[in-house]
């Protein structure tokens, strides 16, 4: 019973994280990197771990009861920097799923290309 209650609390989780993701853009929520712990704060595995109190600063703890263990940083959701990855195959994923979620994947598919007007010029404008 406590282990269904608890792959249904990680369903959950994963689509809140998902959703967050799809919404805000690139994030700790969506990178390959990042281990969730909550739907609020995940582990940084893309680098070797830290002391204790590095692996929590991130998320402003530095004082508390219990012993800081040595791991992988903790960062928020919504962190972002320069190492972010997102290699996952989101179609792999069921439809109905991936239109919950707001899979950004979807509307790329679905958007008309861009006409010859649209790409005149590039960023700085139509040709002379």
Not at 43 to 70: D, K, T
Not at 72 to 96: M, N, Y
Request: charged content about 25%; aromatic content about 8%.
């Amino acid at each position: 019973m406590a282990e269904a209650a608890e792959r249904r609390e990680r369903g959950t989780r994963q689509e809140v994280l998902d959703t967050f993701y799809h919404q805000r853009g690139p994030c700790c929520a969506g990178c390959d990197w990042w281990h969730s712990i909550s739907s609020l704060v995940g582990e940084c595995h893309q680098s070797a771990m830290v002391g204790g109190a590095e692996r929590w600063a991130a998320i402003g703890i530095e004082n508390v009861s219990m012993p800081l263990r040595a791991g992988h940083v903790i960062t928020e959701r919504a962190h972002v920097c320069g190492q972010f990855k997102d290699e996952f195959d989101w179609s792999s994923l069921p439809l109905p799923y991936r239109k919950q979620i707001g899979d950004r994947t979807l509307a790329a598919k679905s958007a008309p290309p861009l006409n010859r007007s649209e790409t005149d010029g590039g960023r700085h404008g139509p040709e002379a």
